[in-house]
């Protein structure tokens, strides 16, 4: 372990006075890490299951990423729209051939998963028509046009009026799907898996049947794959699970290997709605997290970290679930990212009971702990989670019980 370079336990303390208070929660200072592995200011060692909220596809410190940035920051950093830079353009190559569309798509690049949905918000927009459906509970963002189809009322409330005219009909359901879809609408906006909702996985078909009610009528299926995608669920797309082709696919997260970066892939003739002039980003584009991205995507092939994924994330599931402690009703998602469904609302107690026992874990709803981890989690580091979670699960059981 090198020493720890930015250490300072008084963080905690100091934070109040700097940062507004728009998370709420207690967050612990961490000074470094490698891999899978974090350190806090005062020298614990953590095995990250929350990877900076499924964003560090490769971990911390990847070597990969480190050279891809500092080669990039070196050469030439920004360069703004005005102008190109190759990462910038490979990048979007590389992800429409990911994607299975060479040639029928483009991309546009964004700084966060929430600027990712814009993009899509206004591509919607720029059909001619206004009506948008989303689901309930999805989560796609915090900005004005994002949080108009995020489907959490508590989160869309302090913030009415929201842009739009937007159905949110009941997540998983085809039927309901079908009876809100019209002439009149723009876009139909789905996470293939709900991640902020509490790792929610629809019935087998769901995204197919999506596909197969946008196209009768003429409106844009945007799949939201800011949580599913690069990696995260054993495919580069979760929705390639179930070969549905999108005309939208956002993303964000995982793609920069912890560099702010997100994407918008458009296909067909939603590639095209958006003009010169219509929509931009200073940053979007940025050479040093476009190189960043290329890095993931090379190491994620490389490394054959898609298989990886799904045979990990198997072992993980099947460990939780094997340890038949009752207070595990079920574990729901795909490859590595899964939500581990608790019989109380104890997550936020099994979340510091698993901080204290040395694994950073995110209770991602009251009763569902949600495992994200970076998908080169070896083997053991997945068994080591699944020992310790009896204990873990007793202690948060019985801190929720002396609450
Ligand atoms: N869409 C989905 C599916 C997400 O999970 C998130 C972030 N949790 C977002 C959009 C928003 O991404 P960001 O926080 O980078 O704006």
């Given at each position: 372990?090198?020493?720890?370079?930015h250490?300072?336990?008084?963080?905690?303390?100091?934070?109040?006075?700097?940062?507004?208070?728009?998370y709420?929660?207690p967050?612990?200072?961490?000074t470094?890490?490698?891999?899978?592995?974090?350190?806090?200011?005062?020298?614990?060692?953590y095995?990250?299951f929350?990877?900076?909220?499924?964003?560090?596809a490769l971990?911390?410190?990847?070597?990969a990423?480190?050279?891809?940035?500092?080669?990039?920051i070196?050469?030439?950093g920004h360069v703004?729209?005005?102008?190109?830079?190759?990462p910038?353009?490979?990048?979007a190559?590389r992800?429409?051939?990911?994607a299975?569309?060479?040639?029928?798509?483009?991309?546009?690049?964004?700084?966060?998963?929430?600027e990712a949905?814009?993009?899509?918000?206004?591509i919607?927009?720029?059909?001619?028509?206004?009506?948008?459906v989303?689901?309930?509970?999805?989560?796609?963002?915090?900005?004005?046009?994002?949080?108009?189809?995020?489907?959490?009322?508590?989160k869309?409330d302090?913030?009415?009026?929201?842009?739009?005219?937007?159905?949110?009909?009941?997540?998983?359901?085809?039927?309901?799907?079908?009876?809100a879809?019209?002439?009149?609408?723009?876009?139909?906006?789905?996470?293939?898996?709900q991640?902020?909702?509490?790792?929610?996985v629809?019935p087998?078909?769901y995204?197919?049947?999506?596909?197969?009610?946008t196209?009768?009528?003429?409106?844009?299926?945007?799949?939201?794959?800011?949580?599913t995608?690069?990696?995260?669920?054993?495919?580069?797309?979760?929705c390639q699970a179930?070969?549905?082709?999108p005309?939208?696919?956002t993303?964000?997260?995982?793609?920069?290997?912890?560099l702010p970066?997100g994407?918008?892939?458009?296909?067909?003739?939603?590639?095209?709605?958006?003009t010169p002039?219509q929509?931009?980003?200073?940053?979007?584009?940025?050479?040093?997290?476009?190189a960043a991205?290329?890095?993931?995507?090379?190491?994620?092939?490389?490394?054959?970290?898609?298989?990886?994924?799904?045979?990990?994330?198997?072992?993980?599931?099947?460990?939780?679930?094997g340890?038949?402690?009752?207070?595990?009703?079920?574990?729901?998602?795909?490859?590595?990212?899964?939500?581990?469904?608790?019989?109380?609302?104890?997550?936020?107690?099994?979340?510091?009971?698993?901080?204290?026992?040395g694994f950073l874990v995110?209770?991602?709803?009251?009763?569902?702990?949600?495992?994200?981890?970076?998908?080169?989690?070896?083997?053991?580091?997945?068994?080591?989670?699944?020992s310790?979670?009896?204990?873990?699960?007793?202690?948060?059981?019985?801190?929720?019980?002396?609450?």
């Amino acid at each position: 372990m090198t020493a720890a370079p930015h250490g300072d336990s008084a963080l905690t303390a100091r934070w109040r006075g700097a940062l507004m208070d728009n998370y709420g929660t207690p967050r612990l200072p961490l000074t470094h890490g490698e891999g899978a592995r974090l350190w806090d200011a005062a020298g614990n060692e953590y095995l990250d299951f929350v990877g900076g909220i499924a964003v560090n596809a490769l971990g911390t410190a990847h070597p990969a990423v480190v050279r891809a940035v500092s080669d990039q920051i070196g050469t030439l950093g920004h360069v703004s729209n005005l102008f190109l830079a190759e990462p910038t353009v490979a990048l979007a190559e590389r992800l429409l051939e990911l994607a299975g569309r060479p040639g029928d798509g483009r991309v546009y690049f964004a700084n966060s998963g929430a600027e990712a949905v814009e993009a899509a918000f206004k591509i919607g927009r720029r059909t001619g028509r206004s009506h948008m459906v989303a689901a309930l509970g999805g989560f796609h963002g915090r900005t004005m046009g994002a949080l108009a189809l995020t489907g959490q009322p508590a989160k869309q409330d302090p913030f009415l009026p929201l842009p739009g005219e937007v159905t949110h009909i009941p997540y998983g359901d085809a039927e309901a799907l079908r009876a809100a879809v019209t002439e009149e609408t723009a876009l139909v906006v789905l996470e293939p898996l709900q991640g902020e909702n509490g790792v929610v996985v629809p019935p087998a078909g769901y995204l197919a049947a999506a596909r197969e009610i946008t196209a009768a009528t003429g409106a844009l299926l945007v799949l939201d794959e800011v949580q599913t995608g690069i990696g995260r669920t054993g495919h580069w797309f979760a929705c390639q699970a179930e070969g549905v082709e999108p005309d939208v696919i956002t993303l964000a997260k995982g793609l920069g290997g912890g560099l702010p970066l997100g994407a918008t892939l458009a296909f067909g003739e939603a590639a095209t709605l958006l003009t010169p002039g219509q929509h931009g980003s200073t940053f979007g584009g940025n050479p040093v997290a476009c190189a960043a991205g290329l890095a993931v995507l090379e190491t994620i092939e490389a490394d054959g970290l898609l298989d990886h994924v799904k045979r990990v994330g198997a072992r993980l599931r099947d460990g939780v679930l094997g340890i038949g402690h009752p207070s595990v009703t079920e574990v729901r998602g795909a490859g590595l990212l899964l939500g581990i469904v608790l019989s109380q609302p104890f997550a936020p107690q099994a979340q510091q009971a698993a901080q204290d026992a040395g694994f950073l874990v995110n209770a991602v709803a009251p009763d569902v702990v949600r495992l994200a981890p970076p998908l080169l989690l070896s083997a053991a580091e997945a068994d080591a989670l699944v020992s310790a979670l009896p204990a873990v699960l007793d202690a948060a059981a019985g801190a929720a019980r002396d609450r």
